[in-house]
């Protein structure tokens, strides 16, 4: 059984920036894809930023370009996912989502989430 555990969510002013982390309990290599969603209440989840972890293929929704990072750790372990973000604005304030998918049209599997609020 897979576990992804994400951390790093807090507050964070306008302007300010956070990196969100999520460990995984087995290494990126052994999944197809690794990404990262948000939901603020009320509304759908929204998928981010996403990363093929095989050769480092990134995509981001064109909204946040230049603003955030998904990265993968680069340790032996390669088990954590990051998300850097930058430049935060109020409309950032979500509950941010660390996913992976073992194979390219298998389910997503969850992490619990991490909440970011982010003051004007």
């Known amino acids: 059984q897979v576990h992804l555990m994400e951390s790093g969510g807090g507050s964070a002013q306008a302007g300010g920036s956070l990196r969100l982390s999520c460990v995984a309990s087995?290494?990126?290599?052994?999944?197809?894809?690794m990404h990262w969603f948000r939901q603020t209440s009320g509304t759908g989840r929204e998928e981010v930023a996403s990363?093929?972890?095989?050769?480092?293929?990134?995509?981001?929704v064109d909204s946040l370009k230049g603003r955030f990072t998904i990265s993968i750790s680069q340790d032996n372990a390669q088990n954590t996912l990051y998300l850097q973000m930058n430049n935060l604005t109020p409309e950032d304030a979500s509950t941010y989502y660390c996913?992976?998918?073992?194979?390219?049209?298998?389910?997503?599997?969850w992490g619990q989430g991490t909440q970011v609020t982010v003051s004007s």
């Open positions: 996913a992976a998918r073992p194979n390219q049209y298998g389910i997503y599997l």
């Open positions: 087995r290494s990126s290599s052994s999944f197809y894809s």
């Open positions: 990363i093929l972890p095989r050769d480092g293929t990134t995509w981001y």
